[in-house]
């Protein structure tokens, strides 16, 4: 009884080996292969790069989010004493901040102070938001207190007020240069509220990270924020922050029954989430176009094959004479296509890495050759390129790559094995 081969043996592999390295006098099939082979790895490349774009983004995002913002913001609605009007200003803010804090999982509770201001300074004039924040409060807040590009000292906060980089630069204002603040619900008089028009010193300069943050951001110290906005004993929310920003929707039930009267919440995934729910829909959607120009790189190795297995038809029927059954024939094709789609993944996989490893000085090479602008903070909201390299990213690639060039080269390897031997060697 015949001795069946083993699958993928030894010359199943070197008889694949030297189909793939044919020389000129077949070069249609090599120019193929080649094509093949640097089409999969700029689809796996472009797939992979595409991703960690996408995914540094939302990362950069919701980072600059949580790092400057409240993870969760308590509003409340009273009833003003003596009358059948409500009001939104909380009198009770330090019950309500304490009761709070005791919840599990909350780190920080701060009264804020909000209005809205235009700032003047040499001619200037421009808008801004203000917070009315304590000095012990604004030190905990990550993207300002520990920004890189900071200027001035923080301890300094209750002596001046601290303003975003971008206001500071529009503005031409610098440390220690005093701004002039016009709310214009200001000083109440007989005849009406007039606008109130306030000095203070700039002590601190901060860059949170995102353009729209540090173009319309000034923190000012909670008491004199009071006296300004007409909020003496009055704040107009509480800033939460928690352990776990993710799962803060899970702390609302508890964060409801500590507010208080009258007590309502708004989160940062309310404040973001149809932005959030854009950029998985985007990501989706690229990554089905994406994977359609991996399939697309990816029926070049097809027609590869096909080439290969007509201008090898002798070889195969001799083959056949030989004693070689169908199956092995099949396994041959089988890694010449399977060869070529792994290469091209590998080598997409290192390109698309490196892409994203280095992305800062390539994009900053585009920047240059592009004269500068091409990435515009007033629109994207954040000031650089982000990518960030996830494992799960590049499995997913992979996978595709690699399943989507072994199963579309079954098919002419299939039509290899099957060919008649005795069809092949008629005209030879």
């Known amino acids: 009884m015949a001795r069946r081969t ?47 774009v996408r995914s540094g983004f939302r990362t950069e995002f919701v980072g600059t989010i949580l ?86 000292d923080l301890a300094r906060f209750d002596e001046g007020i601290a303003i975003g980089a971008g206001i500071a630069r529009e503005l031409g204002i610098a440390l220690g240069d005093r701004v002039r603040l ?26 949170a990270g995102r353009y729209d943050i540090d173009r319309t951001r000034i923190y000012m110290p909670l008491e004199p924020a009071q006296e300004y906005f007409n909020r003496e004993g009055y704040v107009d929310e509480l800033e939460i922050m928690v352990e776990t920003p993710e799962a803060v929707d899970q702390m609302i039930p508890d964060l409801m029954r500590a507010g208080g009267e009258g007590a309502y919440f708004w989160t940062w995934r309310d404040s973001a989430g149809g932005f959030l729910r854009a950029l998985e829909v985007e990501d989706n959607v690229m990554f089905v176009i994406l994977s359609i120009l991996v399939l697309i790189a990816a029926m070049n190795i097809v027609s590869g094959l096909i080439m290969l297995v007509k201008n090898k038809g002798r070889d195969i029927g001799i083959l056949r ?42 994009f900053a090479f585009v920047n240059y050759v592009m004269g500068g602008g091409v990435w515009d903070p007033a629109i994207r909201g954040i000031y650089a390129l982000p990518a960030e390299l996830r494992g799960w990213d590049v499995f997913r ?13 079954i098919f002419p390897a299939r039509r290899a094995a099957r060919m008649n031997p005795v069809e092949a060697l008629r005209y030879e």
């Open 6 to 52: 083993a699958p993928f043996a030894g010359f199943e592999w070197m008889i694949a080996w030297r189909y793939l390295r044919a020389r000129r006098a077949e070069g249609g099939v090599s120019v193929m292969t080649w094509i093949s082979l640097i089409g999969i790895a700029l689809a796996v490349f472009a797939l992979i790069a595409t991703l960690a």
């Open 67 to 152: 790092g400057a913002n409240a993870h969760v913001t308590l509003y409340a609605t009273t009833q003003i004493p003596g009358t059948d009007q409500t009001t939104r200003l909380i009198a009770d803010y330090e019950e309500r901040a304490a009761s709070v804090a005791q919840v599990p999982g909350v780190t920080r509770v701060a009264p804020i102070v909000r209005g809205q201001v235009m700032v003047a300074q040499q001619g200037r004039n421009g808008g801004a938001e203000v917070l009315g924040i304590a000095a012990a409060d604004l030190a905990t807040i990550p993207a300002i207190a520990n920004s890189e590009t900071a200027q001035g």
């Open 182 to 207: 016009i709310s214009p619900d200001g000083v109440r008089t007989a005849f009406g509220p007039s606008p109130r028009v306030n000095a203070y010193e700039v002590v601190y300069i901060f860059s």
């Open 321 to 362: 004479t030989m004693g070689l059954s169908e199956g092995s024939v099949l396994r041959v094709f089988f890694i010449c296509g399977a060869s070529v789609g792994m290469i091209g993944t590998l080598a997409g996989v290192i390109l698309g890495c490196l892409f994203a490893i280095y992305i800062d000085p390539i």
């Open 397 to 409: 690639a992979v996978a595709l790559s690699l399943g989507l060039s072994f199963v579309i080269t």
